[in-house]
């Protein structure tokens, strides 16, 4: 079982949530807007609670649901509070049209969490490649991570196990660059190739 803080009230933070409570871990969930938050831990169900807003996180593992304009601010936000935890960034940096990334440079939101976060913390960047109605329909897609931090990514690795998911770790946090690239990818196949929003990236391995 894995202690979970996730900031944030929105479609992301309800079915990961929602996945977090099935899987018998302990969940807090965080926001601005403290009804909201409320609202969504008495939804959640399975003994979740609402944490105060910028307050240390009750989890090992804090979850960041939010738009990607808001998550380095908000680490910085909570600054020490972070100290010795896993953040993970679930964000998209997209443009306007969801067809390019906001960043010109190459980095990522996860790599700037990094710069933000108190040394102590593990960032891991995952979940990006998935959309929030695919978890919340029951599916069980691959979930692609990447961190530096080796333990930090065992402990996001037995999370998502506990959803019932299958974590594949694509290697450092600088690969956290390419897997909001590989969201492009997604946006682009819904819109084109696969043309619905129902599925999400994964890998079949194939053995002679």
């Known amino acids: 079982m894995n202690s979970i803080s996730i900031i944030g009230t929105g479609n992301m933070a309800s079915a990961i949530g929602g996945l977090a409570v099935a899987g018998g871990n302990t969940v807090e969930v965080m926001g601005r807007d403290q ?15 609402m944490g105060e807003w910028g307050a240390v996180p009750a989890g ?15 680490v910085a936000q909570y600054g020490d509070a972070l100290a010795g935890k896993v953040i993970v960034d679930i964000s998209n ?4 049209a969801a067809d ?3 960043h010109r440079e190459e980095t990522s939101i996860a790599q700037e969490v990094a710069k933000a976060a108190p040394a102590s913390a593990g960032v891991v960047k995952a979940f990006n490649t998935i959309f929030g109605h695919v978890l919340e329909k029951g599916r069980r897609p691959d979930v692609l991570f990447a961190g530096d931090d080796a333990q930090a990514k065992e402990r996001v690795g037995a ?8 974590p594949l770790d694509v290697g450092p946090l600088k690969m956290a660059h390419w897997l909001e690239g590989a969201g492009l990818i997604v946006m682009g196949l819904a819109r084109n190739g696969v043309g619905n929003w129902d599925f999400a990236l994964g890998v079949t391995e194939f053995r002679d």
């Open 93 to 96: 940096p997209f443009n306007s």
């Open 60 to 74: 090992d593992i804090v979850i960041a649901a939010l738009l990607y304009d808001a998550v380095v601010p908000v």
């Open 159 to 166: 999370f998502i196990e506990s959803l019932g998911l299958r």
């Open 100 to 102: 390019g990334l906001t």
């Open 35 to 49: 009804s909201k938050a409320a609202d969504l831990a008495k939804a959640l169900g399975g003994g979740a609670t």
